[in-house]
């Protein structure tokens, strides 16, 4: 069976059978630059894409190796193609075929950006941590309902938003009055740096 979607580039992608051949740098740009998070419920428009310059700039900041750095950077890349969903849907209501889909194309994401270092269970964790990381930062930020719980997150979150307190990463206003133009360059010209280099470690900068 084919389950077909069309991209911003013209391509028409047969996501059960997603090859690296369906990667462009173009579309993802483009579509997590227009794509909201939350659902759109923030007191500014922000997109998958500025959470992705955001958590790198988290990780940067925590001197995270390049590893995990690369990983963060990556890890949002996959809803290019099957669209951000928000925490509450994904994590009560979602099939596992379309959970088992996401990572079917997170990995050729990792192999068309030639990831070759080891994915193991821990660098996925302190990714995780950096994303939710991310999000006490911008829902304290965009949305007025947000209170901090300490019971809902783990020692090691709770250590990373105590000293990225007081730092300068990119939730601040900066990031937020780029258009969805500007975040799309930004966003590609952080890939093309994976892409065009084609060597691990090449160090991302989520600073403009």
């Known amino acids: 069976m084919q389950v077909l ?13 997603f090859t690296k051949d369906d990667v462009d740098l ?11 998070r ?10 998958v894409g500025m959470h992705l310059i955001a958590c ?15 990983l963060t950077f990556l890890h949002d890349i996959e809803e290019t193609w099957v669209q951000d969903v928000v925490s509450p849907i994904k994590h009560n209501y979602m099939l596992a075929r379309f959970r088992q889909l996401s990572d079917e194309i997170t990995a050729v994401v990792h192999d068309f950006f030639k990831v ?15 994303d939710k990381v991310a999000y006490h930062f911008e829902a304290r930020k965009m949305i007025p309902s947000y209170r901090f719980e300490e019971k809902r997150w783990t ?19 900066d990031l937020l009055v780029n258009t969805d133009t500007q975040i799309a360059q930004i966003i590609f010209e952080m890939l093309n ?8 470690g090449v160090k991302l900068s989520a600073e403009k």
């Not at 979607?5 to 059978?17: S, V």
């Open 56 to 70: 790198v700039s988290i990780a940067d900041s925590l001197k995270m190796s390049d590893e995990i750095c690369e």
């Open 116 to 130: 070759t270092h080891k994915i193991t269970p821990e660098k996925l964790d302190v990714v995780s941590s950096i």
């Open 5 to 17: 979607t069309h991209t911003f580039t013209g391509r028409i992608i047969d996501l059960e059978n």
């Open 26 to 36: 173009t579309d993802i740009a483009i579509s997590l630059s227009r794509q909201r």
């Open 155 to 173: 020692p090691d979150q709770i250590k990373m938003i105590k000293e990225l307190e007081g730092m300068s990463f990119a939730i601040t206003d």
């Open 193 to 200: 740096v994976l892409h065009v280099e084609n060597v691990h």
């Open 38 to 47: 939350y659902a759109g419920h923030t007191a500014v428009p922000y997109s």
